[in-house]
């Protein structure tokens, strides 16, 4: 009987043995058959886990397309408020520039005008009007006894082809033939003809205001055509290129070189500026 007993339990605990071999395997092929249904599924796009995961990342992709559409549409309308800011901007700019150009033009007509109005004034006032008059020419300068020549009314109109400085020269010689003449004996120093220069002690009036030179009774700005005299009667061609405070830049037309002339030398005479002018006049 014993031995009956030990083989009943040998048996059972093979048997028991291949049972759970058997389960393994089983358990194995379950998992492995699964894994390859899920392949499967994932090829074919319909593994629920793959469908959730694109789900989310298609969401993410449209939030990120309409953030992206906001944020061009946010650029484009900032894009468009700055062009009309900066196009206002400009268009003030040029109505700005546009009524200072016809200011600043205005002004300098006025001036001009200004300084005609004055030099028709002095040649009134020193009787050197520009209606017909006798011929009045160097070889015409008469002594004070001398009867006044007869004014020719077939005279032709008067041309102005003299300069500046020629007509100041005929007035300054004018106001010495209008003033009275008092007797002098020949060994006075009056009795001896000077020419119409200034005298190298004259003192002229200059200064500087607004960028602006104020020079012997005229006004003279920056690229004004002058020209420039020395003591020695050089004469130089020159434009005004800039006006400091206290002195201003000229440019030779000649070499382009620049001078610096100061206020002290104008005023006592180093240099004489003369405006050039084709406003002259010559009696026929």
């Known amino acids: 009987m014993p031995d009956t007993e030990d083989a009943s339990e040998t048996d059972l605990a093979k048997h028991d043995e291949d049972d759970y071999v058997e389960i393994k395997e089983q358990m194995y092929q379950d998992k492995l058959a699964s894994l390859k249904r899920q ?3 994932l ?4 593994l ?3 469908q959730k995961r694109m789900k989310k990342l298609d969401q993410q992709y449209k939030e990120r397309l309409r953030n992206a559409d906001l944020f061009l549409q946010l650029e484009t309308e900032q894009v468009e408020r700055n062009y009309i800011k900066e196009k206002k901007a400009a268009v ?8 200072e150009l016809k200011e600043n033009l205005i002004a300098e007509l006025e001036e001009k005008k200004k300084m005609i109005e004055n030099e028709k004034l002095t040649m009134e006032l020193t009787g050197d009007s520009m209606e017909v008059k006798p011929i009045m ?3 015409l ?9 007869i004014p020719d009314k077939r005279r032709k109109p008067l041309n102005y082809l003299l300069t500046d400085e020629q007509i100041m020269e005929d007035l300054r010689t004018l106001n010495k033939l209008k003033s009275p003449k008092r007797p002098v004996s020949p060994s006075s120093p009056e009795h001896v003809p000077s020419a119409p220069m200034e005298s190298p002690s004259q003192r002229y009036e200059a200064r500087i205001e607004e960028g602006k030179l104020y020079y012997d009774k005229r006004w003279y700005h920056k690229s004004q055509a002058i020209y420039l005299e020395s003591k020695d009667n050089t004469k130089i061609s020159c434009v005004i290129s800039s006006v400091g405070t206290n002195e201003i830049w000229v440019r030779k037309t000649s070499d382009s070189t620049k001078m610096r002339i100061y206020l002290g030398q104008l005023q006592r005479g180093a240099f004489v500026i003369r405006r050039p002018s084709g ?3 010559i009696f026929h």
Not at 43 to 46: A, D, L, Y
């Open 39 to 41: 392949l499967q599924q």
């Open 43 to 46: 090829q074919e796009g319909t």
């Open 48 to 50: 629920q886990e793959y």
């Open 92 to 99: 003030k700019e040029f109505d700005d520039k546009k009524v």
């Open 137 to 139: 020419t160097r070889k």
């Open 141 to 149: 300068r008469r002594r004070p006894n001398d009867p006044v020549p």
């Open 279 to 281: 406003l002259t006049y």
